[in-house]
């Protein structure tokens, strides 16, 4: 099984920049996607980013040229830079791993709230 530690959340200005980091354990040789998705108060989580084992990247609109997503294959870590961070991104932000079963795992979860 792979387990994941979720780190960078946090309270920023509008405008302003987080990273997000998550960190994989385990059965990390099975990983084919890692990614972020988050989930607004009253709304349905959503994929942010993601990116495959090859080095594809998968951006949701909302986010284009804002945020990067990256991934150190030796750290088994998937990074998540927040740039020109606006209300809108406030949420709490999941990381997402999905090995090569298919079978998807999730971090606990860490809150982005971005103040006006």
């Known amino acids: 099984q792979v387990q994941l530690v979720e780190s960078g959340g946090g309270l920023v200005q509008a405008g302003g920049s987080l990273r997000l980091s998550c960190a994989a354990s385990?059965?990390?040789?099975?990983?084919?996607?890692m990614g972020w998705y988050r989930q607004a108060p009253g709304k349905q989580r959503e994929l942010v980013a993601n990116?495959?084992?090859?080095?594809?990247?998968n951006y949701a609109d909302s986010v284009k040229g804002r945020f990067t997503i990256s991934r150190d294959g030796a750290k088994n870590t998937v990074y998540l830079q927040m740039n020109s961070l606006i209300p809108e991104d406030t949420a709490v932000y999941y990381c997402n791993v999905r090995l090569l079963s298919s079978v998807q795992v999730w971090g606990q979860g860490t809150q982005v709230t971005v103040s006006s």
């Open positions: 990116i495959y084992s090859g080095g594809y990247t």
């Open positions: 385990g059965n990390t040789g099975r990983i084919h996607i």
